[in-house]
């Protein structure tokens, strides 16, 4: 399978990378500083680009079969600015698949309907401005044509890779505090091949 990784210099999108190439999948990366891309390995294709302009991500995304975005919101709107350029170009591309990490803060509250975590009680980030950007990536998904699954986990600590952690369809599991970066790659490299969450967020922790 050829794989596109966005984000993967990141925390999250560096471990995607890692269980897609020991997987022997194809995989590019399309980063900003190329450089910072330390993997020698014949199935891993580097292209440098800007996720804010159309043409790079055009160019990015020839030949692919799906599409991870591990794009974290870094103090900017890079992240809300870039998915509609994403969208349309896989959209063009007939690419369908893409899963992307996004926060628990916009999954469902479960103290008050109808509402988001970030946007209730529930949310103990003092600040929303990532999550109204994760927020403005989920609307933008759901209008799409585009098979999504956007995992959210909560407190992401560097930790390892346990490989026993809970799910939940559009919520967060119950009492869930933590999940390590290694499970959050796992779990949402896993999803290429998945077909239980399309257009579902997933909350993720132990």
């Given at each position: 399978?050829?794989?596109?990784?966005?984000?993967?210099?990141?925390?999250?999108?560096s471990?995607?990378?890692?269980?897609?190439?020991?997987?022997?999948?194809?995989?590019?990366?399309?980063?900003?500083?190329?450089?910072?891309?330390?993997i020698?390995n014949?199935?891993?294709?580097?292209?440098?680009?800007?996720?804010?302009?159309?043409?790079?991500?055009?160019?990015?995304?020839?030949?692919?079969?799906?599409?991870?975005?591990?794009?974290?919101?870094?103090?900017?709107?890079?992240?809300?600015?870039?998915?509609?350029?994403?969208?349309?170009?896989?959209?063009?591309?007939?690419?369908?698949?893409?899963?992307?990490?996004?926060?628990?803060?916009?999954?469902?509250?479960?103290?008050?309907?109808?509402?988001?975590?970030?946007?209730?009680?529930?949310?103990?980030?003092?600040?929303?401005r990532?999550?109204?950007?994760?927020?403005?990536?989920y609307?933008?998904?759901?209008?799409?044509?585009?098979?999504?699954?956007?995992?959210?986990?909560?407190?992401?600590?560097?930790?390892?890779?346990?490989?026993?952690?809970?799910?939940?369809?559009?919520?967060?599991?119950?009492?869930?505090?933590?999940?390590?970066?290694?499970?959050?790659?796992?779990?949402?490299f896993?999803?290429?091949?998945?077909?239980?969450?399309?257009?579902?967020?997933?909350?993720?922790?132990?």
């Open positions: 399978m050829n794989i596109l990784v966005l984000g993967a210099t990141g925390r999250v999108g471990q995607i990378v890692t269980f897609a190439l020991h997987d022997t999948h194809h995989v590019t990366v399309f980063v900003r500083t190329p450089e910072k891309i330390q020698n014949e199935n891993l294709t580097t292209i440098q680009g800007n996720v804010l302009n159309k043409d790079d991500i055009v160019r990015a995304m020839h030949g692919i079969d799906v599409v991870i975005s591990a794009l974290n919101t870094g103090g900017t709107t890079t992240l809300s600015e870039s998915m509609p350029l994403i969208i349309e170009a896989m959209e063009n591309e007939g690419i369908k698949r893409i899963i992307t990490i996004g926060t628990a803060g916009i999954l469902q509250s479960r103290t008050t309907p109808n509402s988001l975590r970030y946007q209730s009680s529930e949310s103990k980030q003092k600040s929303t990532a999550a109204k950007e994760h927020h403005k990536v609307d933008m998904l759901k209008r799409s044509t585009l098979e999504w699954t956007i995992v959210c986990p909560t407190y992401l600590p560097a930790g390892k890779r346990v490989g026993i952690y809970r799910i939940d369809r559009n919520f967060l599991p119950e009492g869930g505090a933590e999940i390590s970066v290694p499970d959050t790659a796992e779990f949402t896993k999803q290429i091949n998945a077909t239980d969450y399309i257009k579902s967020r997933v909350g993720i922790a132990y």
